[in-house]
């Protein structure tokens, strides 16, 4: 299964936010998507950051999450993008590193899906 | 399709269980503790679910911190207890990988404790995620 290409098994309904928004409105919209990470785009809609559960698990650590704390403060600014020709097997690395959420991008650095942990564990199921 | 019980033995060996990737040490928090203290717990020791220590199946994810901080509640007054998942379903060691992917595609989690008689680790997405990439 390591040839199979990320477009095979990558999320397409991706949830975005904007960089100035409040870090409660971002929680509630993770939640309601049933995700767990939302892209963070500029205006023009080239991906600036990532929010991951893992980002709102920091912010629990060290700041008030009821205080205005924007999206861009906590955001992952460090992102391992993936094009969707790329194969599962070139996804190793960044996980092995640490990465669950790699989005991918077009040749403009737009986000045209996503590849989180939960969607290699989906492929493999059906993959069994 | 027609197996021979010794190619189905040794097609069972081949193949990777929850023994081989789950995470361990079971790592646990009291269900009295701040949010704050969990969060610091899973932050710095880079731990995405909590076993909480009721004796019921509860855990403490990532998620339930998600959910924490939309509804603006305070880390130092809120309590695992208050946002935990309660009744969460379980896998034993020798489960083969693929069965773990497909319940937790079915069930919609990232997270299912690993117990044998008694809580010994617990299997992430991430977890299955790294062993197949």
């Given at each position: 299964m390591n040839d199979v290409p990320v477009d095979r098994l990558m999320s397409t309904d991706l949830t975005t936010i904007e960089r100035g928004a409040a870090a409660a409105d971002a929680a509630e919209q993770m939640r309601e998507s049933g995700g767990s990470s939302l892209l963070v785009l500029d205006?023009?809609?080239?991906?600036?950051g990532l929010i991951t559960a893992t980002d709102f698990v920091a912010l629990v650590r060290d700041n008030?999450?009821?205080?205005?704390?924007?999206v861009e403060a906590f955001m992952t600014t460090d992102v391992v993008t993936v094009g969707?020709?790329?194969?599962?097997?070139?996804?190793a690395e960044p996980t092995a590193h640490g990465y669950t959420h790699l989005p991918v991008t077009d040749g403009d650095d737009r986000p045209i899906g996503m590849v989180s942990t939960t969607d290699l564990t989906a492929y493999l199921s059906r993959r069994g | 399709m027609k197996h021979g019980n010794t190619q189905r033995g040794m097609d069972l060996d081949d193949r990777t269980r929850v023994a081989d990737v789950m995470s361990t040490p079971l790592e646990t928090i009291g269900a009295d503790a701040p949010l704050r203290e969990a969060a610091r717990r899973m932050r710095d020791e880079n731990i995405s679910a909590l076993v909480v220590t009721?004796?019921?199946?509860c855990i403490l994810t990532q998620s339930d911190v998600v959910g924490a901080v939309a509804d603006g509640s305070d880390p130092e007054a809120t309590t695992v207890r208050d946002v935990m998942t309660e009744d969460v379903e379980t896998v034993t060691p020798d489960l083969m990988l693929e069965e773990v992917a497909a319940m937790m595609t079915m069930y919609g989690v990232k997270h299912l404790p690993v117990v044998d008689d008694d809580y010994v680790g617990m299997m992430s997405s991430t977890d299955i995620a790294a062993h197949i990439s």
């Open positions: 205006s023009d809609g080239a991906l600036a008030d999450p009821k205080d205005r704390t924007p969707r020709e790329d194969t599962v097997a070139e996804l | 009721t004796g019921g199946g």
